[in-house]
């Protein structure tokens, strides 16, 4: 079982990479960066940097039928998704105060993944135009069907801003 997981693993890792490729291009072009990640959900391949790359990628090329929010509502966990949804509710927070800069990023860095037994952190940030925003992701490896083993965001809290000097 190993060795097929292994490879499921493998291509889902090309899958992603196809898809950061894709949502760079789109930047440049204009076209569609959702196509390569509509079909994405949670499998307990996916690391939490895996879950928290694919939110921000999705979020930043979100469309007006709000394609990448829904895409990011996919990776949060069930009970997170009682807390922010139904999914308009989550779209309407996106858009809201601290959590807009996801939509209007410019660009993003991953820190370190900090993984301690079920649970990790993967602090981010995000850069906009006029400002850097630093958020926690705090993500937990799922125990319930259908997501078990499944590394999902349980909460994002916004640790800081600051402008944006490097215009």
Do not use: K
């Not at 090309?14 to 990640?37: E, Y």
């Amino acid at each position: 079982m190993a060795p097929s997981r292994h490879r499921y693993g493998m291509r889902l890792r090309s899958l992603l990479t196809v898809a950061a490729v894709a949502v760079a291009a789109s930047c440049a072009t204009g076209s569609d960066g959702l196509a390569s990640v509509r079909e994405l959900v949670p499998t307990p391949d996916l690391s939490p940097r895996d879950v928290v790359d694919i939110q921000l990628r999705a979020l930043g090329n979100n469309n007006v039928d709000n394609e990448g929010v829904e895409i990011a509502f996919r990776f949060a966990s069930p009970a997170n998704r009682l807390s922010t949804g139904p999914l308009e509710r989550f779209a309407a927070m996106m858009r809201g105060g601290q959590y807009n800069a996801m939509l209007e990023h410019d660009r993003f860095v991953l820190a370190p993944t900090v993984v301690r037994g079920e649970r990790a952190l993967q602090r981010v940030a995000v850069y906009t135009q006029r400002y850097v925003v630093v958020y926690d992701f705090y993500l937990r490896r799922q125990t319930a069907e259908p997501y078990i083993d499944c590394w999902m965001v349980e909460a994002v809290v916004t640790r800081g801003v600051v402008p944006n000097e490097s215009e």
